[in-house]
């Protein structure tokens, strides 16, 4: 069984960073492509960040894109997201994800997500 476990969120102040990290365990984690989904309260869930299963491709969506890093250890089952000059549409929950293809074909496993909120 696949657990994705986030942590790292937290209630920051806009222009503030923070780091949120998921642990993966019972599959070969370098064979996943990993991502980072967020859902705010009545909004769909959107993928923002996603990486090749080797990291060195890293694809981002607009809202996001250079102002968060997506990053991965595959040594330490490990995936992380750098996020930086957060604004307060950034408030959500942040989902760690995994797929076996890719992103645009099937989530294969899911984690319970971690809160971030950004005040003003």
């Known amino acids: 069984q696949v657990q994705l476990v986030e942590s790292g969120g937290d209630s920051v102040q806009a222009g503030g960073s923070l780091t949120l990290s998921c642990v993966a365990s019972g599959y070969t984690f370098s064979s996943l492509r990993m991502g980072w989904f967020r859902q705010a309260p009545g909004k769909e869930r959107e993928l923002i960040a996603a990486i090749s299963t080797g990291g060195s491709v890293t694809d981002y969506s607009a809202s996001v894109k250079r102002r968060f890093v997506v990053s991965r250890d595959n040594a330490k089952n490990s995936l992380y997201l750098q996020m930086n000059d957060l604004k307060p549409e950034d408030t959500a929950m942040y989902y760690c994800?995994?797929?076996?293809?890719?992103?645009?074909?099937?989530?294969?496993?899911w984690g319970r997500g971690t809160q971030v909120t950004v005040s003003s």
């Open positions: 994800a995994a797929s076996v293809t890719d992103f645009s074909n099937k989530v294969n496993f």
